[in-house]
């Protein structure tokens, strides 16, 4: 029995990664209401998993919970990208007609931006979650109000869809990130088998500092998937930078880490993993 942790509820992307990513095992959802919370339950208890959202294809990046993630103690041991599908649903009773609101996150709202002036009669309204916006329709027999949100948590909130694949771009994926307490890790994934790894790092405030570090990743044939800079507070004009980097060979990644280790300050390993 896998115990994860996500931010939604039943019926959320998040839950929806979660059970494709354990594909064939048994999942036990511990529903979050922030991603904070998430971490918390990490910390409560190290046999927790959490399923944590990082960056859209769309939407771009969620920064807060790379920063979640730094301060955090946990490790990355996976990925999953999810392929993210909008519909709008009602009350079983309403119709076209009858919906004057819709309630979603305001990352889904945007999603379906063309859509949503398609229809100049509803007036959206943001929520904390697309599932959430689904199931406090029903627990609360809002008539006239819609959700946007999953196929699947519309048929789990016995909803009726109104239209399905809403959004406005059809290639709209959501990167997740699998992470746990160190102990668990390696129950997880196999470290020999890695190919992925997702670093954070400081650099002083030097010209060609950032150069140098990319020149010895190009050197050892790392492969550089993602560069994200966030500022640190307090020291103006200084960021942290996380990078992903893939490699096909351990021994070389290994070597390219030490490499740049002097260069770089705090340099953190988040995380090794399989990437899919």
Not at 113 to 136: M, W
């Amino acid at each position: 029995m896998k115990r994860i942790a996500i931010q939604g509820v039943n019926g959320s992307f998040h839950d929806i990664a979660s059970h494709q990513y354990f594909e064939g095992e048994q999942v036990q959802l511990i529903c979050c209401a922030t991603f904070e919370q998430v971490f918390e339950n990490i910390k409560r208890d190290p046999a927790v998993i959490g399923m944590l959202a990082i960056e859209n294809t769309i939407a771009g990046s969620l920064l807060h919970n790379y920063e979640l993630l730094r301060d955090s103690s946990t490790t990355v041991v996976g990925e999953h990208k999810l392929h993210i599908s909008h519909c709008i649903c009602c009350m079983p009773d309403d119709t076209w007609d009858t919906v004057r609101e819709v309630h979603s996150h305001p990352v889904a709202l945007m999603q379906c931006r063309g859509f949503l002036a398609n229809h100049p009669g509803l007036k959206a309204v943001e929520s904390e979650d697309t599932a959430g916006s689904a199931q406090y329709i029903t627990r609360h027999q809002c008539r006239g109000v819609a959700a946007i949100c999953s196929a699947e948590a519309a048929g789990i909130y016995g909803m009726k869809v109104l239209e399905d694949h809403i959004e406005d771009n059809k290639h709209n994926f959501t990167r997740f990130l699998v992470v746990c307490s160190p102990q668990k890790a390696d129950t997880l994934r196999q470290v020999d088998s890695t190919d992925k790894s997702s670093l954070v790092f400081a650099l002083p405030h030097e010209e060609g500092s950032l150069s140098q570090v990319l020149s010895i990743l190009s050197f050892y044939k790392i492969n550089l998937t993602k560069i994200q800079s966030l500022p640190i507070i307090g020291h103006e004009w200084e960021y942290l930078f996380y990078v992903d980097v893939t490699y096909d060979s351990v021994t070389r990644y290994r070597q390219c880490i030490d490499a740049i280790m002097p260069l770089t300050r705090e340099l953190r390993i988040l995380g090794e993993y399989k990437s899919k």
